[in-house]
């Protein structure tokens, strides 16, 4: 509703009318029974699958709902201590692939572009987010990726005030549920002395507040052009006035490598196959002792992991790069041929990019030709 808000005011400000106060605004529009729409694209499969063919047991059904609401409730009780001042509580996620350039000439709509991703994380108390920005030619999209940003952010939030940290995410396997993110949290928990509760909410139903950031960075971006990929950290800083939205971006010496050096060889928590999955967990507690616990709901007490946590030699952890990434021969040549429709920094910019020699284009018509000469 803050940005409808917003996008109201504006109107007012171009027809030369004085815009409602925000109270009366939502006054209102409870009045005449307003609401944002949800688009379908966001409901759940599951509920979904129910509603239209009854292919789901209500049993299933039931099950699901009732784990999406144990964890919505689990995540408003967090985030009214984290109001009271007792715990860090934040929400990660990262936002859909930003092809770069954006530009208006038709042309460039079946050139490939360059990938530019924002993995960001938001203060539940306090409402800060802060967007790590990085681009295909830093850093692959890894479990180590996403742990050297969670990670940086942890340790610039615990500067403000050591307590312990509680994080929401969906249960994305690479991004948020896997053993070397687990380790990479183990690890920072024992160095810094604080447990870290890591929470998942229930598949379908993980709309977080941090949403809000990638909806109000991809509407500025609907209206902008962009060359670069540091304007997008200009775009990410102005589109929110308060607080602004911190940016960052990365290179490839900012990651390191998290999957080495690991205190669990696994968190499943199970060992035979009619056993328990990783991702049947909704929550990992790292104790700065050194030992995992975990749950499969939030209404069973924690349970330390059936494994045998090793003794760690260090919470250091080597480079994950020692170069920046070529892209292929391919997207190098389509981003090249955009000269005439981007500003001279652009393409100079674009041109130096690493990237490999051969051209999957050309083996692939190489190839064909060949094929075709064989057969006649």
Known sequence: MAQLFELYKLKCQEVSIKPMSRFVFDKKCKANKLSIYTPRKDRCDTCIQFEINKTLSKEAFDAHRAMKDMAR???????????????????????????????????????????????????????????????????????????????????????TGLKDVTIYSDGCPYQNRNNVLSNALLHFSME??????QKYLEKGHTQMEGDSVHSTIEHVLNKTKVYLPYELLQITERARKEPPYKAKLLSYDFFKNYAANFIYDSIRPGNKPSDPVVNDIRQIQYDPKGVIRYRLNFETPLQELPRRPKKPSSHSFKKLYTNRLPITRDKYEDLKSMQKYIPDEAFLYYKTLPHVEESYRKKKAQLKSSTTKRDS
């Open 73 to 159: 409730a689990e995540k408003e009780n967090d985030k009214n201590l984290a109001k009271q001042g007792l715990i860090h509580v934040i929400c990660c996620d990262v936002m859909k692939v930003t092809l770069l350039p954006i530009t208006d000439a038709s042309s460039s709509y079946y050139k490939m572009k360059l990938a530019m991703h924002n993995f960001t994380v938001y203060n539940l108390a306090n409402h800060e987010a802060v967007c790590y920005w990085f681009c295909e030619t830093e850093a692959n999209l890894v479990a180590s990726t996403f742990a050297s940003c969670l990670v940086s952010f942890l340790n610039d939030l615990l500067d």
């Open 192 to 197: 810094r002395n604080i447990v870290i509760n």
